[in-house]
């Protein structure tokens, strides 16, 4: 009830503002939109597990899958130094507001000019930050509060935690088991393969990450009259004298999504440079980048995705005989999550998003399905009734149940083995090149 008051409220608080103010102020807006692509707070989007967890009667969990992308980190030395340099453009709002020329509100442009910087964000240093601690550290957290029964007292042998190399991969992980809460539990070394990692596969690097083609719809995206409306709207809202270039835009964007902070609900005062529609439009070109970088737009992406299914499929196997895991949990990218997702055909759209025309009613959005900490998970539990014995599984998306997979989210073990048998075979050498 709570949540319908405060959505109404929200409405109410829109529909106001954009009827008494000529211009949109950010600062004071009831309902800022916050879905950045790949860039999202998790925090954002994400279910609880604590309130959607499916229980049946008689079933009791005793195996957890799940696979991780990394929480949300600090950008690269090249998006940082671009996002440092478009910071000087706030020194001339002020002045682009004097002369009448700038559509801000006088108080965003003041939030703008007062905005402390933080050092951190422009050293390159791609680690995991604070926010996205804090992501991962709840994940786990919840986890174990919802499962404390197979997760209270983990012992050797009774868990995997393996994450990819790099720091904030790695500090994802130690997050996470931080969450459960017993600090006996070791993490796998950091290992660069295939089931984690596309960073040492030459035939992704060349064939998808690396080939021009895969950006085409986003190219012709960026020359569609309804990106270049939107690239002059940010211009004339600005006021600037400089010709905002496509690289200015991004760095902008930049910085609007990763100075956005979930932890104590803080907008960015960077995302006041742009309204609702123009951020819709910068997510449409950063999903189809996406859907033909890791999802349904290459068919490449699809044989990736079953390399961890086919271990999903072979460890509940081993649980269900009473020789597996109680949790496997794999750290890695949010490629490997969109991957995954366009393995199990989940949330694909009838046609092939395009640069063309923005789909607004699309099921492929990278905000909700690959955000920061974006995961997917499937439980095995043992159902016990009637002196007789059965399994079922529940596969959940940033933790909620995922309900196009099975009949109400719940697969009997026939049919999720049945569903997953095509991935038995998979071979791991996808990555040589032909």
């Given at each position: 009830?709570?949540?319908?008051l405060n959505l109404v409220n929200c409405l ?423």
């Amino acid at each position: 009830m709570i949540f319908k008051l405060n959505l109404v409220n929200c409405l109410l608080s829109c529909i106001f503002f954009s009827s008494v103010n000529s211009s949109f102020c950010f600062w004071n807006t009831g309902c800022p939109y916050k879905h950045f692509a790949n860039k999202t707070p998790y925090n954002s989007v994400r279910g609880d597990i604590r309130d959607s967890v499916i229980n049946v009667k008689g079933c009791e969990p005793i195996s957890v899958w799940a696979l991780y992308g990394h929480g949300k980190r600090y950008p690269n030395n090249y998006y940082a130094q671009k996002m440092e340099d478009a910071v000087i453009i706030r020194n001339y709002l002020q002045e682009s507001q004097d002369r009448g020329n700038c559509s801000l509100c006088a108080q965003d442009v003041e939030n703008l000019i007062n905005w402390p910087t933080d050092k951190k964000l422009f050293k390159g240093l791609n680690e995991l930050s604070d926010e996205g601690y804090q992501e991962m550290l709840g994940l786990g957290r919840r986890l174990r509060k919802v499962f404390p029964n197979l997760l209270g007292d983990l012992q050797e042998g009774e868990y995997t935690f393996k994450p990819t190399t790099g720091d904030k991969i790695e500090d994802s992980a130690r997050a996470f088991v931080e969450g459960i809460g017993n600090t006996r539990l070791d993490l796998d070394k950091a290992k660069q393969d295939v089931m984690t990692s596309l960073a040492t596969c030459e035939k992704y690097q060349k064939e998808v990450k690396a080939n021009s083609k895969t950006y085409e719809e986003a190219a012709k995206y960026q020359r569609s009259s309804e990106y270049l409306v939107t690239k002059d709207r940010i211009q004339r809202r600005t006021g600037l004298d400089i010709v905002l270039t496509e690289e200015n835009v991004t760095a902008l964007y930049d910085l609007c999504r990763y100075t956005w902070s979930e932890i104590g609900n803080k907008p960015s005062p960077w995302c006041a440079l742009f309204t609702s529609e123009d951020l819709q439009v910068l997510e449409y070109l950063e999903d189809l980048k996406h859907y033909y970088r890791s999802g349904y737009g290459t068919p490449l992406n699809k044989i990736f995705g079953h390399i961890p299914l086919k271990d999903l499929l072979k460890g509940f196997q081993e649980a269900k005989d009473g020789t597996g895991k109680k949790i496997t949990a794999y750290f890695s990218h949010g490629t490997a999550v969109d991957m995954t997702i366009t393995a199990l055909g989940i949330f694909k759209d009838e046609k092939p998003l395009t640069g063309e025309k923005r789909n607004r009613n699309r099921k492929w959005r990278s905000s909700k399905l690959s955000s920061f900490s974006a995961n997917i998970m499937a439980v095995l539990s043992k159902c016990d009734k009637d002196e007789t014995t059965d399994y079922n599984v529940v596969f959940y998306l940033n933790e909620e149940p995922i309900k196009t997979i099975c009949n109400e989210a719940i697969c009997p073990w026939t049919e999720f083995e049945e569903k997953m048998q095509q991935y038995r075979d998979t071979k791991i050498d996808v990555c040589v090149l032909d």
